[in-house]
């Protein structure tokens, strides 16, 4: 079923969005079905076990960390991860950077803004984003290129509530990126509402279920 399913999405999603393949629990078979596919984006959000498959599987996969960095754990992904999506502080970034020079890699990351008013969902506000990208301390590391927004909507079946948030993520990033040629990325949208995160201008959709099937935890 994961070829059908990553088929299915993939004809549904433009080409100018990218699709990060969410793989945490899924086993090295089954992303390995998705990348006989074609499939070389995949998501984890545990350090650990995103090294055990980064060492398992083929070295063209580009692995994505979305889930909330541990400063102490970035070592570990420095050599290799290809992007890190949830950064919700400066100092992480700085640490990233100080890992990025030790690996001679400038590190992608995102900076994951907080919109849901759920207490559980980590990130930062719109202004601790804009302060962060403007800042001399931010302009100074040399070894971590923020590239972008990622957000999470809030649980919930409200439709509405949703969109605005997606909408005001969109108003951020394309607000930040008019005067920042490195922000080119806005991850929002997972198997739940990536349609409509596509809609309100995200490019860049994290989706596991809807490929691999539901999680056993
Ligand atoms: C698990 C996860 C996803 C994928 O969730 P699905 O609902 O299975 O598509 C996307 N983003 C993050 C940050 C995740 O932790």
Avoid at 3 to 8: A, G, Q, S, V, Y
Avoid at 51 to 66: F, G, T
Avoid at 68 to 85: F, G, L, T, W
Avoid at 93 to 119: D, H, P, T
Wanted: overall charge positive; glycine content about 6%; hydrophobic content about 35%.
């Amino acid at each position: 079923m994961i070829k059908e399913n990553l088929i299915k999405i993939l004809d549904e999603i433009p080409s100018n969005v990218k699709l990060i393949a969410i793989s945490k629990t899924k086993s090295a078979k089954e992303i390995l079905e998705a990348y006989y596919q074609g499939q070389r984006l995949f998501g984890e959000n545990k350090i650990q076990e995103m090294n055990e498959k980064y060492n398992l599987l083929p070295k063209d996969i580009k692995w994505h960390m979305v889930g909330h960095v541990q400063s102490n754990k970035i070592k570990y992904m420095a050599p290799y991860v290809d992007m890190i999506h949830g950064i919700d502080s400066f100092k992480s970034l700085a640490i990233i950077n100080k890992e990025g020079g030790k690996n001679n890699r400038i590190i992608k990351c995102l900076l994951q803004l907080k919109i849901s008013r759920e207490s559980t969902k980590f990130g930062l506000t719109f202004k601790q984003i804009e302060e962060i990208i403007k800042s001399d301390e931010y302009q100074n590391l040399t070894h971590v290129k923020v590239c972008g927004i990622m957000a999470m909507a809030s649980f919930t079946n409200n439709i509405k509530v949703i969109k605005n948030e997606f909408d005001s993520t969109n108003d951020l990033f394309e607000k930040i990126k008019k005067t920042n040629t490195d922000f080119n990325v806005l991850s929002m949208g997972m198997s739940n509402d990536y349609k409509l995160a596509i809609n309100c201008g995200s490019n860049m959709v994290r989706i596991g279920s809807l490929i691999f099937g539901s999680r056993n935890y």
